[in-house]
């Protein structure tokens, strides 16, 4: 999507004609217009601070206005400053961040802006207000679609925003109406290249608002599709650039293309009338250098305007190349509107074709480096200065950041400095350059970055703000964290403002930061700031037996959950919470509570740790825990020696000095350098490149043989016993010898043992003088004793294979140790004599003195080498006549530091002039020095030395001395390379040994042993008979082995035989040889090389292969598998069943095995559970090639007889998905997959009908056809089996052909939209019926519809019509077409829908209604035959002002009835009924309420005389009637009268007449209230306190709840008139003299009723102290604090609450709770407490019924129903049963359907029958 825009960047719509603004066409705008490049680009975040760290380049602007008037070139160049920025200012623009709902844009000069989603484009913002005002957010593209990194973009500066700190902030926007504002319609050219946004999609292409007034700007889709690799649509809101094609109507209509390569390039051409007010950032200009400045240069472009390019924009490689009157691009960076200024950029970046804006610097992120010695290379006065860092990059420091904020400037100070320090700040995208900062301040900062802080740091800051959730603590300006709340302190702060003030300075400690999302949180609990113990940053860190500070987070019944660093976390369990048994831990510990967890087990890879409080208290804790610490096996350690002994070196691992042991054997994997090694190594030393094998309780080992080491790192281990099988190959060091074989230790101490005869190819009779202790094998295991946990393994060089350069690899190693040592050696001494012999190397020449001569040699002497023993052996000085005190040059040959001596030679051959080497060439070479493990070699005569190791595998030994290499021997070398660097220049050779000795090769040693070669006859005895293969003993003792399919002639073999079962124990047999085996893994090894031989030979029993005459040729695998064809008929052999795949593997050859896969083996479902029950091991079986493949090696075939899926076949398959919509996924065999449709699942559809199938079910299904590579499946009986299927029916529909109108037919419900309702009539024919023909009520809006019709609904339906052409199917589902009930319930009370006759009557009378007069009414009637309506609608009127009628079915009856109820009568009489008028809105007033007339008289009644002489009559009578009322009226009031004077009930109207009530009633707090309420409705509050006063002492002591009355409203007086302080008093005293708990209620309601949260919830904590046992507190505050929303706080309180009172009330308690959730809080978790309270005490029928009446008022249907469904089955009396299904009953006959209600009375007679006579009773 990003790259759609940038591929086209969008134009915009011509605005407000005044200013014109065209837009250029871009000649290279690369970037602009080839977003689909820089979609590639990383996002990259920078923090560049907007306090003055931004430039600006003024540009010198240009105005055209009529005439050419130039817009004055600047003075001096200067970089665009923040301070500089206007609104109004246009820039170019690139995309560094895109967030959901802001983008971060870098712009020039290492400015940041701003881009909120509000100002990408009009309609981009409506469509964001559309979708926040539904709930719909399909078509809705997010800005990180829309927009991408390194897109560059026109922006105009919005607005310029103040931040906190006092910033700048720039906001952006690209809205076409703002960045196009100064182009008018008439100004359009076609060329122009504009920037918009899609303002809508069409059909062939989109609307592209480019921001001018009365123009539409349309770009076709053609256009589009060009953009190479972007095959997306472009969405609305999303950025285009194009160029304008054509211009109509004079700019009305503009047609709009996006081409990447040409747009790029496009020009602003003079012609097309740019000015200085409309001139548009990311031009592509021709412009001319007018003056070359030494801060930029000034331009003169479009022939009139001058514009400056800063030096920041100027291509340093080419700075020379810019003189006066140059020709050159560029392009328009920012306009300046109001300084007319215009910046250009020369970067090749923004100028040339095909490249793009990179949004992070090339490399890794630096931001926030501290970088030293960097160079200052230019000084820019007015901007800043040029830095380049150490490796050559540049840099740029902003002015302000060359000094301090506070400092005055100094820059010649700067400038004269050699070199600086400085900070990166941020990398600038549209500069392409670093932003640094001289400014100490900043490079001291120890955070700069998020990324610098590391969990379990602990850091200073600075309190900056108390929140409710927590207090927000500054560590530098730009890194704020925070503390939670239960972080405060190590105990719960009630005040934490009194501990905390703003701009106090703390020390706290880092929990967790995510530096992505710029997340801190720090912790300032003394126990973890100040905590000693071992932090855990991740699950690697706790290991077993470690002991760390952790933070309680949760605590649960089972246990505490604990916290530590980044959010590590593990369970205490309960048994571990204390040495005594805790029964609720939430008595004992409180969340926040930090503790010290000692760590029993941890599974790093899930995340799961098992900690333990007690065994942390009982102090094993720091003895166990240090050599458990940190060092998993494998780990790379650094180590510091603590003491050396005889056997090794004991050891701290560094940084937390765990003890470890470093035996001497294991320093090398070279057995000589280890005493060196060990002798240079001393006390204090720190040895680099550990790694720990092995560790137990005891101990730690580590080792530093670097191919133990790569072994580790690589995964060539086992850890377990488990983990090792026959053919692994490992690396060992040899642990211990013995007689009868060698013992091999591995890495995590497992230990093999290399019997004597698997120790070498060769004989060995004596095992001591083969192998040394500790030297390192590569070994391979043969054989495995599971029961006894031992292995056994082979050394022999033919056995293993060594990694490629592997010699090499350990020469290098060696060489480097010897340096090493030498090194050590040298600083140690203080000795000059020891600094110089280590910088001496083999080869090297010397001018030495001869010293003696003796028949072994010589000895010389060197001025500079005082002290040292050099010598020469004779060998060396053979043929050479020396004298003591002859000069001679000699040729070191080594060098031993530890005894002082060198060997030389003055050999002329040595001596001489080197010559070079080339890689490849073959040389003889001599050996010429042999030093333990190595050895010198001359090559040929080209005076060159080199080392090689005396043996060339790890596993080699020597048993004779003359297999030793000696000097004087020859050795035919090849060079790898000619100086290699880690062996200090020396070539690296292979070697080997020149014939006759040689040995080493492997065919040869091993023809010596007796082999068989390819082809031979052998004779030999069956030993043992497998299913798939024979074992035969041959003459010579060897074993040969006879593959499955090597016993019988093809052609003979039956299908299902066993081939080997014809071949007997001990029978002879003859066989030939045609491959071979590796002894340990069985590979088979398709050789035919005739000398190669085996050390199991693979041999035939076929007699036509056994036949000398045969003409017998090797195949290898390869050639055998390219030999198969698709579809090819084969016989295989079973040979292994894969349990967990469900696959079969078969074998045709011995080298070839290929899969069946579980679809492809059986054709019945039932014998999917066992499917190898059907195939026995070494069974000869048919099957077809599905595919055949060798590179990479893939054999797969059938055993069903098929090969491919084709269609019209039926086929196994499996259920991988069932969707409502789309119906059943299948995986079917070979690789395909089908869906079968809810309509071809059976041939009688079934309600529910996906119901039955489950994932994974194996189903048999007919393959009706394939499209797109899907196959449509159908399990219908009839296609299935159709000899045996029963009569159909639901037939399958193929086409709308077969349909007709009137036919009836079932399908499913597939939705049900604003149109109607879609049914799914077959696979491929969905049919509808539209709202009026799917039931007989008055729906509003589908919704009802879609509530009672889900998806798969199973609905009969009538056909009204069929469209053949357009394959459309209308349907109707009413009653009288289909016969079935209406698909809504009747308990819903629709109104029905009018139809026919009475509709259009209804509507005419809607029409006439209020425009007719009474005589016209009658006038229209007459006209009308059917009256009765029309009447029934004037009488609505007169009855019912206005309210529309819909009529029910009563209607209909009535209407039928007509001829007999004429009269006025009968319309009585029928009144009685139950009929009802009914309202639009649903209402309905029953008949009882005789003002209204029901609908039934207005039906009935024939409005004719009759009616009228009704009305005229009625009041006649009334007013006989009255007179007699009036009479009797005159005497109620005198009755009424006297009764008020007596009638304590009425109130009186003065205080008189209170007084004189009072002394009637003085205990009545009702007039003592009254009295009080009379005083302040007059605002009388003294008078009305001392009322209550009086009150008090008048009422009896005995009248406590006429006291409390008092008191109450005492309260409540005091609560709205008094002080906190009255209120208080009155509070106190009602205390003293009433009981205390009803007081505390009262007060608490009142303070609630009045909003006064906080006191309210003060004095219910103090009441649930005071008055624990009283359940009646618990559940008032607990309704408060669910009033108040407070969720999480009433769950707390309902726990205190259960530890407070009796168990016996716990349950009441838990219902009540669940109860008031219902109807305050959250009705979810309401329901999940009933469930849990349910689930413990299930014979609470009383529960259960509140619990059904709470879920009908709350609960869906479904839920309803589910509820119901459980109580029926509960266990307790038939009784409550029996009421529990009347509920059932009525509920279903209010809210459900006629199937429901069945379905329930089904239930009842299921219940009936089986409680048998009880339940009958």
Not at 328 to 343: F, K
Not at 658 to 674: E, F, G, Q
Not at 1090 to 1113: N, R
Not at 1631 to 1639: T, Y
Request: charge should be positive.
């Amino acid at each position: 999507m990003a790259a759609v825009e940038e591929d086209f960047p969008r134009g915009g719509t011509a605005k407000k004609p005044t200013e014109s603004k065209i837009v250029v066409q871009r000649t290279e705008v690369d970037n602009l217009f080839q977003s689909n490049e820089k979609v590639e680009t990383k996002k990259r975040k920078a923090a560049v601070k907007d306090d003055g760290k931004k430039l600006k380049k003024p540009k010198a602007g240009k105005e055209k206005e009529g005439g050419l008037t130039l817009n004055a070139a600047a003075k001096c160049v200067e970089i665009l400053h923040v301070k500089n920025v206007k609104e109004g200012m246009l820039m170019l623009g690139c995309v560094k961040e895109v967030t959901d709902f802001e983008i971060t844009v870098s712009l020039p000069c290492g400015l940041q802006g701003f881009l909120s989603i509000k100002s990408i484009c009009d309609s981009y913002a409506k469509l964001l207000s559309e979708q926040l005002e539904s709930s719909d957010i399909e078509e809705f593209c997010s800005l990180p679609h829309l927009f991408h990194p390194g897109m560059v973009v026109r922006c105009v500066v919005a607005k310029l925003d103040v931040a906190k700190g006092g910033s700048l902030s720039i906001q952006l926007s690209i809205n076409p109406k703002l960045v196009n504002k100064a182009l008018t319609s008439s100004s359009l050219k076609a060329g122009m290249v504009l920037s918009g946004c899609v303002e809508s999609v069409e059909d062939h292409g989109y609307i592209v608002d480019i921001g001018i007034n009365g123009t539409k700007a349309f770009l076709p889709k053609t256009a589009e599709k060009d953009k190479h690799n972007n095959p997306e649509e472009l969405k609305v809101g999303q950025y285009v650039t194009s160029q304008v094609d054509e211009v109509k109507n004079e700019g009305r209509v503009v047609r709009l293309s996006v081409s990447p390569p040409t747009m790029a390039q496009v020009c602003a051409d003079p012609e097309q009338g740019w000015n200085l007010t409309n001139l548009l950032p990311g031009l592509l200009v021709k412009a001319t250098i007018k003056k070359v400045t030494k801060h930029g240069l000034i331009m003169d472009f479009l022939s009139s305007f001058s514009g400056q390019v800063d030096f920041l924009h100027m291509e340093q490689d080419q700075a020379s190349s810019y003189t006066e009157g140059t020709k050159v691009q560029a392009r328009v960076l920012y306009v300046e509107p109001s300084t007319r200024l215009v910046a250009l950029s020369l970067r090749s970046y923004l100028v040339q074709p095909g490249t793009r804006v990179d949004p992070s610097p090339a490399g890794d992120d630096r931001i926030g480096e501290v970088v030293k010695d960097c160079k200052m290379t230019a000084m820019h006065h007015m901007s800043g200065a040029m830095l380049e860092l150490p490796d050559k990059t540049k840099a740029f420091v902003h002015r302000n950041h060359l000094k301090e904020s506070n400092e005055p400037p100094n820059e010649n100070r700067v400038l004269a400095m050699p070199e600086h320090t400085c900070r990166i700040l941020d990398f600038s995208a549209m500069d392409q350059i670093y932003f640094v900062s001289l400014r100490k301040s900043l490079i001291e900062k120890p955070f700069y970055r998020y990324h610098d802080l590391q969990a379990g740091q602990v850091v200073e800051g600075t309190v900056s703000v108390l929140l409710n959730h927590g207090m927000v603590v500054h560590l530098s300006d730009h890194i704020k964290g925070l503390v939670p709340r239960t972080h405060l302190s190590d105990i719960v702060l009630k005040n934490p403002e009194k501990k905390y003030m703003e701009g106090m300075k703390i020390k706290c400690r880092v929990l967790s930061v995510d530096a992505g999302n710029k997340k801190l949180y720090l912790t300032r609990k003394k126990a973890l700031v100040e905590s000693s113990l071992p932090l855990f940053l991740s699950y690697a860190d706790a290991r077993p037996g470690r002991v760390s500070h952790g933070y309680i987070v949760c605590i649960k019944g089972f246990g505490c959950i604990v916290r530590f660093y980044n959010n590590v976390k593990g369970l205490v369990p309960l048994s571990e919470l204390s040495s005594e048994a805790i029964i609720s831990p939430e008595e004992v510990f409180y969340v926040g509570q930090v503790l010290k967890a000692k760590v029993l087990q941890c599974d790093p890879d899930k995340g799961k740790m098992m900690l333990s409080f007690k065994a942390a208290m009982e102090g094993d804790t720091q003895e166990a825990a240090k050599p458990e610490f940190d060092c998993e096996v494998g780990k790379r350690l650094e180590a510091k020696v603590l003491k050396k002994s005889i056997n090794g070196l004991e050891v701290a691992i560094l940084p937390d000095d765990i003890r470890a042991v470093l035996p001497t054997m294991h320093l090398s994997d070279h057995l000589s350098n280890c005493p060196l090694l060990w002798e240079s190594l001393q006390e204090g030393d720190n040895i680099s490149n550990l790694v720990c094998f092995n560790k137990n309780k005891q101990n730690i080992t580590l080792t530093k043989k670097p191919t133990v080491r790569w072994s580790l790192e690589e995964g060539m281990v086992a850890k377990d016993f488990s983990e090792i099988t026959v053919g692994m190959q490992l690396i060992g060091w040899i642990k211990n010898i013995m007689s009868y074989g060698v013992f091999v230790e591995f890495p995590y101490g497992l230990v093999g043992l290399a019997p004597k005869s698997a120790m070498t190819d060769k004989f060995v009779s004596d095992t001591t003088n083969a192998f040394q202790l500790g030297q390192t094998v590569f070994a391979k295991v043969t054989n495995l004793d599971e029961e006894k946990r031992r292995f056994l393994v082979t050394l022999k060089i033919s056995e293993v294979i060594s990694p490629e350069g592997d010699a090499q690899t350990r020469l290098i190693n060696g060489l480097q140790e010897r340096r090493a040592v030498t090194e050590m050696l040298a600083l140690r001494g203080n000795s000059d004599l020891r600094q110089q012999l280590a910088a001496l190397s083999v080869g090297q020449k010397l001018k030495l003195t001869v010293h003696t001569v003796t028949d072994s040699g010589a000895m010389f002497k060197a001025d500079d080498l005082a002290g040292a023993s050099i010598l020469a052996t004779k060998h060396h000085v053979m043929g050479v006549n020396l004298i003591p005190g002859q000069k001679v040059t000699a040729t070191i040959l080594h060098v031993n530091i530890l005894s002082v001596c060198v060997h030389v030679s003055i050999l002329s051959k040595l001596v001489g002039k080197k010559k070079s080497l080339t890689e490849g060439s073959k040389y003889t070479a001599m050996v010429q020095h042999i030093d333990k493990d190595f050895a010198v070699i001359s090559l040929g005569d080209t005076a060159q030395l080199t080392v090689i190791q005396t043996r060339s595998h790890l596993n080699q030994i020597f048993l004779l001395e003359s297999e030793k290499l000696k000097a004087g021997m020859s050795l035919s070398v090849e060079v790898i390379e000619p100086s290699c660097q880690e062996a200090q220049g020396l070539p690296l050779v292979s070697w080997e040994r020149m014939a006759p000795n040689r040995q080493h090769t492997t065919s040869e040693s091993q023809t010596c042993s007796q082999g068989h070669c390819f082809g031979r006859i052998v004779q030999g005895t069956v030993r043992t008979v497998k299913p798939t293969s024979i074992q035969v003993t041959l003459e010579d003792g060897s074993t040969g082995s006879v593959h499955v399919s090597q016993v019988v002639e093809v052609t003979e073999m039956c299908q299902g035989s066993f081939p080997t079962s014809s071949v007997k124990v001990g029978s002879v047999v003859t066989a030939r040889v045609i491959g071979g085996r590796e002894a340990s893994s069985h590979r088979f090894l398709p050789f035919s090389h005739p000398k190669f031989t085996y050390t199991i030979p693979e041999l035939t029993l076929i007699p036509s292969k056994v036949d000398e005459s045969a003409d017998f040729k090797p195949v290898t695998a390869k050639e055998k598998l390219n030999g198969y064809k698709v579809g090819e008929e084969l016989t295989c052999f079973v040979s292994k069943f894969n349990p967990e795949k469900k696959s079969l593997e078969v074998t045709t050859d011995p080298c070839v095995t290929g899969t069946v896969e579980l679809l492809a083996m059986i054709t019945d479902p039932k014998d999917a559970g066992h499917p190898e029950k059907l195939y026995k091991l070494g069974q000869a079986v048919r099957a077809k090639v599905v595919e055949v493949n060798s590179k990479p090696q893939r054999f797969v075939l059938s055993l069903t007889g098929v090969h491919k899926l084709e269609e019209g076949s039926v086929a196994l398959g499996m259920v991988t998905n069932i969707q409502p919509q789309v119906g059943l996924l299948v995986k079917l065999p070979f690789g395909g997959t089908g869906t079968v449709a809810v309509t071809d699942l059976a041939d009688a559809y079934r309600p529910n009908p996906l119901h039955m199938y489950s994932k994974d079910q194996l189903l048999r299904c007919f393959l009706v056809g394939n499209e797109n590579g899907k196959w449509q499946l159908s399990l219908r009986p009839s296609r299935l089996n159709p000899e045996e299927a029963k009569p159909v029916k639901d037939p399958e529909l193929l086409s709308v052909g077969k349909l007709k109108a009137g036919q009836i037919i079932r399908g499913y419900v597939k939705s049900v939209g604003e149109q109607g309702v879609f049914i799914r009539l077959s696979r491929t024919i969905t049919g509808r019926a539209q709202l009026q023909q799917s039931t007989k009520y008055f729906v509003n809006n589908q919704t009802v519809l879609s509530e009672h019709l889900p998806p798969n609904t199973l609905l009969t339906t009538k056909i009204l019509s069929v469209n053949k052409e357009e394959e459309l199917v209308n349907l109707s589902l009413l009653p009288e077409d289909t016969g079935k009930p209406d698909v809504l319930p009747e308990s819903l009370s629709l109104p029905l829908r009018l139809v026919g006759e009475e509709k259009k009557k209804y509507d005419t009378q809607r029409k006439k209604k209020r425009a007719l007069s009474e005589s016209e009414q009658k006038q229209a009637e007459s006209q009308v035959p059917k009256k009765k309506k029309k009447t029934k609608k004037a009488k609505t009127d007169d009855s019912d002002s206005g309210v529309e009628v819909y009529f029910r079915e009563e209607e209909d009856k009535d209407d039928e009835e007509e001829p007999k109820s004429s009269s006025v009568e009968q319309v009585k009489h029928s009144s009685a009924g139950p009929s009802r008028l009914q309202v639009a809105a649903g209402f309905s007033w029953d008949v009882g309420l005789s003002s209204l007339k029901p609908a039934s008289v207005a039906q009935e009644g024939d409005y004719s005389d009759g009616e009228d002489q009704d009305r005229s009559s009625k009041p006649q009578k009334k007013s006989r009637h009255e007179q007699e009322q009036e009479k009797k009226a005159a005497e109620k009031a005198l009755t009424q009268r006297e009764a008020e004077l007596m009638d304590p009930s009425l109130r009186p109207q003065d205080a008189a007449a209170f007084e004189r009530l009072l002394l009637a009633s003085p205990n009545s707090s009702l007039l003592w209230l009254q009295y009080m309420a009379h005083h302040l409705q007059a605002t009388q509050i003294e008078q009305a306190r001392a009322v209550a006063e009086r009150a008090l002492k008048t009422i009896s002591f005995r009248e406590e709840q006429e006291k409390l009355n008092v008191w109450v409203a005492l309260l409540n007086l005091e609560n709205m008139y008094g002080t906190e302080e009255s209120l208080k008093k009155v509070f106190e005293r009602a205390l003293q003299f009433c009981e205390p708990m009803p007081v505390y209620q009262q007060l608490a309601d009142i303070y609630a009723k009045s909003d006064k949260i906080k006191e309210a919830e003060g004095l219910y904590k103090t009441m649930v102290k005071r008055f624990r046992q009283n359940k009646a507190v618990w559940l008032s505050y607990g309704t408060f604090l669910l009033q108040q929303g407070q969720s999480d706080a009433a769950s707390a309180l309902l726990q205190r609450a259960l530890k407070s009172l009796p168990s016996k009330e716990s349950v009441d308690v838990i219902g009540k709770f669940a109860q008031l959730e219902f109807r305050y809080g959250d009705s979810e978790k309401g329901r999940v407490m009933f469930d849990k309270v349910l689930t413990s005490y299930p014979k609470r029928t009383d529960l259960w019924s509140v619990f059904i009446d709470l879920m009908v008022k709350h609960g869906s249907q479904k839920e309803v129903r589910a509820l119901f469904d459980r109580v029926i089955h509960l266990s307790v009396s038939v009784k409550k049963i029996k009421f529990f299904f009347k509920r059932y009953l009525e509920y279903e006959k209010k809210h459900g359907t006629p199937q429901s209600i069945q379905a329930v009375k089904e239930k009842a007679m299921e219940f009936v029958e089986a409680k048998g006579t009880e339940a009958a009773d």
